[in-house]
């Protein structure tokens, strides 16, 4: 992966989409704060399918990360349908979508979120920790996957060792460990310099040419345009939805 | 249920890991817990010691042995009434024996009479006063456990003849004697010369009050002659089975009375006191240890369950970012409850272990420097002090513990 890597389009492979993954419609996420009630989603519907790379694009505030946490399952919509593979995810209860997140969904976050006192081989191991994994399963798991990032070098080193690319290069092991159906990442590259986030997309194309499925959401139509698809939001309403290019 | 196990593991290595990187601020809130769990090892340790202690110097005394006395052990009111009975007198033992003998079955073995003052033992320059001065007979050889050192006790005949020998204590021996053995010389108890022909062993001190060692025995008819003939006596008489005090003690009610010529319907003009009475004496200073020992205990037992709790309040707090990420990455509300709620306990456990450590130190330095103190440490104080400090923790770590496990994820994901 040279960081070089521009969006151009020609000559990228596009997987054919599988099934049905993510199927969200009518969507709405209403937060109260004080006597003001902010409508952050107001009626998104979307369709995602496996082996799509997908990015969610729009201005600060316009519902990204509100509809980032809902196809997480990490909240649940006010109103609407919500299946995530065909299971109705919207009344599911805490520990269930717990599970869900924990086999399902791997999540990249902006600001890395590791334990800073937990080696990078522990943080990549939390997941299978929660998932009921023996401990030399784990390893032998949490080593591959960081091995799949390049950081088969790095198994026993802290965080605050680490520079901001590799941090988020353990966070997106972590969020691969347990095969997920989808890697949901949130604004991956804010953190990171233009070099650094070049080379995190590098990864991401790489893990989309495996076989993932991937989210990213971003306000940078560089990153965007990494993607295969994108989606805009404006308002907490979707404003276009479409292929690059 | 493995699931479980591997969270719990992985819940005690991040406590730690989060105890390691708090030293300070860990140590502080453990304090709490440390001083409650001193102070109810302590407290434990005390109450067993004197109880220790008193069952040996039963044991010395002899455990299985009855006092007739004019008077009760412990306080009376009516002092009169008892001041005015009749003394007991030392041939009383022999009316009492041969009515022992004529009883089939009986449930007593033999009664010895025994009268005391306070004299003083001098040999050559040395001198000790305030020695425990008994009178008895050769019988007396079968009341007491102890054992003797050197020489041995005076036999019957030595006994009736009132023969001028004694039996030295074994703290008045070595002061009298220093190293040099006293067997055959002469001493005076009182100003009269008694010739010593045994030394009890050491029998240390009951709770540090009263010596066994300081004392002389010396042959009743000697000790009538030279220091008071109308003296009255006790008479302690030893009972066959240590089972059955009470029917004991009705028969000797019964033996006493004849041999004492009381008409029936006379009350008892004489106390049966014996030593289990006296132990329950101890009571009230045992019960003000374990209040006291209480009160501090749940006093910084509180205290130290605030503290933890307000810790893990700040843990929960300082960590909301990382509850959300490992919410994200699936673990379930019982997850965190359990990792903080590990994580009040770990802190508890380890106060408790440094305050059983403290305790543990503190008894055997006591029993090094002073050993008249009675303290006993044991095993089950362990595992009170674990138990307490574990229930500490939980109690403590509950609230916040609670609180972090119902946080919702992407709130707890925002917080800065
Ligand atoms: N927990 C919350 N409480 C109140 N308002 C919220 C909360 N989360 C998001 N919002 C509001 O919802 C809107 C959408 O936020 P968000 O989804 O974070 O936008 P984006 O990620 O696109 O910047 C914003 O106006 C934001 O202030
Ligand atoms: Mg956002």
Redesign the pocket.
């Known amino acids: 992966m040279t960081p070089s890597l521009a969006p151009e389009l020609a000559g990228r492979i596009t997987r054919p989409a599988g099934p049905l993954v993510i199927d969200i419609a009518g969507v709405t996420k209403l937060?109260q704060?004080g006597e003001e009630i902010?409508h952050?989603l107001r009626g998104v519907s979307v369709k995602i399918h496996r082996n799509e790379y997908l990015a969610v694009m729009?201005p600060?505030?316009?519902?990204?990360?509100?509809?980032m946490n809902m196809l997480g399952c990490l909240d649940t919509p006010s109103e609407g349908r919500y299946e995530f593979t065909g299971k109705n995810v919207a009344t599911m209860v805490d520990d269930e979508l717990a599970d869900i997140r924990n086999r399902e969904i791997g999540f990249v976050f902006q600001t890395f979120n590791l334990l800073p006192r937990s080696t990078a081989l522990a943080n990549v191991e939390l997941p299978l920790i929660y998932a009921g994994y023996a401990p030399a399963e784990r390893k032998t798991k949490a080593i591959q996957a960081m091995q799949n990032v390049g950081l088969g070098d790095r198994l026993h080193h802290r965080p605050n060792e680490l520079s901001g690319g590799q941090r988020q290069r353990v966070a997106i092991a972590r969020a691969l460990v347990n095969s997920p159906s989808i890697i949901l990442a949130d604004e991956p590259t804010g953190n990171l310099d233009s070099k650094t986030g070049v080379e995190i997309m590098a990864l991401f194309e790489q893990l989309y040419a495996q076989g993932n499925t991937l989210i990213v959401?971003t306000h940078e139509e560089d990153i965007a345009r990494h993607a295969r698809r994108i989606v805009r939001?404006r308002d907490?309403l979707i404003e276009s939805d479409g292929p690059v290019g | 249920m493995t699931r479980l196990i591997y969270e719990l593991t992985e819940s005690f290595r991040i406590a730690f890991a989060q105890i390691r990187a708090n030293k300070l601020r860990s140590i502080l809130t453990a304090l709490g817990v440390i001083i409650g769990i001193v102070a109810v090892t302590l407290m434990g340790t005390a109450i067993r010691g004197i109880d220790t202690g008193f069952n040996k110097s039963l044991a010395m005394l002899g455990d299985d042995v009855l006092y007739v006395q004019k008077w009760p052990w412990g306080p009376v009111e009516d002092f009169w009434n008892y001041s005015n009975r009749p003394a007991i007198m030392p041939d009383q033992a022999d009316k009492l024996n041969r009515i022992i003998e004529q009883t089939p079955n009986s449930l007593l073995e033999v009664a010895v009479p025994v009268s005391s003052r306070s004299t003083s033992v001098k040999y050559g320059e040395n001198k000790v006063s305030g020695v425990f001065t008994i009178g008895t007979t050769a019988d007396y050889g079968r009341l007491i456990s102890a054992d003797f050192s050197e020489g041995r006790l005076f036999n019957e005949t030595e006994a009736n003849g009132g023969r001028p020998v004694c039996v030295l204590g074994f703290d008045v021996a070595e002061a009298v004697f220093q190293n040099r053995s006293p067997l055959g010389e002469t001493v005076l108890v009182g100003s009269h010369p008694f010739t010593v022909i045994g030394v009890v062993a050491k029998q240390g001190s009951f709770l540090g009050l009263f010596s066994f060692d300081n004392q002389v025995i010396l042959p009743l008819e000697a000790f009538r002659k030279y220091f008071s003939a109308r003296r009255g006596a006790e008479l302690r008489v030893k009972i066959t089975d240590k089972m059955r005090v009470a029917e004991a003690r009705e028969e000797l009610i019964g033996a006493v009375r004849r041999v004492r010529g009381q008409l029936p319907g006379e009350r008892d003009n004489f106390n049966i006191n014996e030593q289990g009475a006296f132990k329950a004496q101890l009571d009230p200073i045992k019960q003000g240890i374990a209040l006291a020992g209480l009160f501090i205990t749940g006093l910084s037992l509180f205290v130290g369950a605030i503290g933890i709790m307000n810790i893990t309040f700040v843990s929960v707090k300082e960590r909301t970012k990382e509850i959300g990420t490992r919410k994200a990455l699936g673990a379930r509300r019982r997850t965190i409850l359990l990792q903080f709620l590990i994580e009040a306990v770990s802190i508890c456990l380890i106060g408790g272990i440094a305050g059983l450590l403290l305790t543990y130190t503190l008894v055997q330095v006591v029993s090094v420097t002073l050993p008249a103190i009675p303290v006993e440490f044991s095993v089950s104080l362990v595992f009170i002090s674990m138990a307490v400090s574990i229930a500490t923790g939980i109690v403590s770590g509950f609230a916040p513990a609670w609180g972090a496990s119902r946080l919702d994820p992407?709130?707890a994901l925002?917080y800065e």
Not at chain 1, 60 to 67: A, I, M, P, R, V
């Open positions: 937060y704060m902010i952050a729009g600060s505030g316009s519902g990204k990360s509100t509809l959401v939001l907490g | 992407v709130v925002r």
